[in-house]
């Protein structure tokens, strides 16, 4: 059967991300499919059993409480929105990563407590390059405008080129980040760093050690999609 609607959009150039209807980004229906973090645990935002009790930390930040505070990730890491965040990055799809800030936005406009800044994490320089942008800047960016809030690309550096993250652990990882960020001004007592995914955290625990040195007192960590275990 032929899509119409994969027709019109080629003749229009604007069609949702997945299923091809007529839109800008992503339609009404595909918005609400994308997988919800319905049971975090209440500080890293892992996706928790739905019996889960509510506000309930897991096993893991129960043990070895991280040095953020809390986490907040509306989505989770899987399909679709595994393939939504690589075009955004990777592709320079603006309109899904605004839809997908816009999810974030919504997530965290009615928190009472809002922190001072926002502070995206930084990247290293020769994916800077090659990608053009910090897609965590463009989501910062949104929620800044979005909440009337300050934020800030220069408060935080990276200051060494570490390896490739992707395929290891959370103690691996940790080693690979040791000493790769600093703090380049003053920071606020309450600050939230911005990211598109939480994969182990290990990335924001360096950096909220960072921060902690440089004078935070409560760091939140916000970002898109939260990896489920065994995800990353």
């Given amino acids: 059967m032929v899509n119409i609607w994969s027709f019109f959009a080629q ?5 949702c991300a997945l299923c091809r209807a007529p839109g800008d980004g992503l339609c009404a229906r595909c918005l609400d499919t994308l997988p919800r ?3 975090p645990c ?3 935002a892992l996706p928790l059993p739905p019996g889960a009790p509510p506000d309930t930390p897991c096993a893991e930040c129960q043990l070895h409480r991280p040095s953020f505070d809390q986490a ?5 890491y899987a399909r679709p929105v595994d393939e939504l965040i690589a075009g955004f990055k990777y592709q320079h799809r603006l309109p899904e990563g605004r839809i997908l800030s816009d999810i974030l936005l919504q997530a965290v406009a009615e928190r009472p407590d809002r922190p001072d800044l926002l502070l995206p994490v930084p990247i290293q320089a020769d994916r800077l390059r090659e990608r053009g942008f910090n897609q965590a800047s463009e989501i910062a960016r949104h929620l800044a405008h979005g909440l009337g809030l300050n934020w800030s690309t220069t408060l935080l550096a990276r200051v060494r080129e570490t390896g490739p993250q992707r395929g290891l652990g959370r103690r691996r990882r940790r080693s690979n980040l040791r ?4 703090s380049l001004g003053r920071i606020p007592k309450h600050v939230a760093l911005v990211d598109d995914v939480i994969t182990t955290g290990a990335t924001a625990e360096e950096l909220s050690r960072v921060l902690r ?9 916000w970002a898109i999609a939260r990896t489920p275990r065994g995800g990353a």
């Fill in 72 to 76: 907040r990730a509306p989505l989770l």
């Fill in 37 to 39: 973090n319905h049971h």
């Fill in 42 to 44: 209440s500080i890293c």
């Fill in 11 to 15: 003749l229009s150039g604007a069609a």
């Fill in 179 to 182: 000493g790769a960020f600093t």
């Fill in 213 to 221: 040195h440089a004078g935070a007192r409560r760091i939140e960590l």
